[in-house]
Structure formats: structure tokens, C-alpha cells
């Protein structure tokens, strides 16, 4: 497809948006996480406190994923840019527009384990 113009403005808005709600599902998956990690690591404290004999232990909880770096590039990119339009291939429209970054999947993915937001999204995108 042919690339488009879109208007300045609007494309920050949503730029905006995008960033918004990405960085609420990062900020509930972080809060998800350090729960996580906190479980498992006061259930390894008890097992070690009941058990004489010693125990193997080992705690992985995967971090959850945060790309508000690439809203902001982007949103600053525009600040800079001059003119009211803005010419988007369809690469960047995907991005920009539709939220569908190459790292999405993954983001959602990682995160539906903190996050009930991303877990929602995820599931979703599964249909």
C-alpha cells in the first residue's frame, strides 16, 4: 500500500494514547511481578525454615516487558517534525496508529502473567 498523510496532530494524540495504556499494563505487571517473586520466595523461606534436610531453591520470574521508550522516540520525533502531515507507510500506520509494534506480541504475552489488562488483550488477540 501506498504511504498516507495523516494530520500532525492526531497521529500525537494517539501516539499519546497508545503510550497511556501501554505504560497502565506495564505499571499493573510490575505490581503482578513483585508479587509473584515475593510468593515464591516466602514459600521457599518457609520450606527452608521447615525441612531440615537442605532443600534445593530456585526462583525465576520473568520481568515483565516496558517499550515506553518507543512511544516517546516517536512522540518527540513528531514534535520536531515541521509542517501539519505527516507521511506514514504502512509499517509505521501498524505502529503509530494500530498499536501493533513487532515486540507486541511478546509484551502481552510476558505480561498477561502480572497483568490483567494485557492478559485481556492477549487472550483477545488469540481469537
Keep these: 500500500m501506498r504511504p498516507i498523510k495523516v494530520h500532525k496532530n492526531q497521529l500525537q494524540q494517539k501516539l499519546e494514547q497508545n503510550r497511556t495504556e501501554h505504560q497502565k499494563i506495564f505499571e499493573e505487571a ?20 521447615a525441612n531440615s534436610k537442605v532443600v534445593r531453591i530456585s526462583v525465576y520470574v520473568t520481568p515483565p516487558e516496558d517499550h515506553t521508550d518507543d512511544y516517546d522516540a516517536a512522540i518527540e520525533m513528531l514534535k520536531w517534525a515541521t509542517g501539519t502531515d505527516i507521511e506514514l ?3 509505521s500506520f501498524r505502529h503509530f496508529v494500530l498499536n501493533d509494534w513487532e515486540w507486541t506480541r511478546s509484551f502481552l504475552s510476558t505480561n498477561s502473567a ?8 492477549y487472550t483477545e488477540d488469540d481469537d
Design 30 to 49: 510490575i505490581v503482578g511481578y513483585r508479587d509473584e517473586a515475593i510468593r515464591q520466595l516466602e514459600s521457599h523461606i518457609e520450606r527452608i525454615k
Design 114 to 121: 502480572y497483568s490483567m489488562s494485557a492478559r485481556a488483550l
Design 89 to 91: 507507510d504502512e509499517a
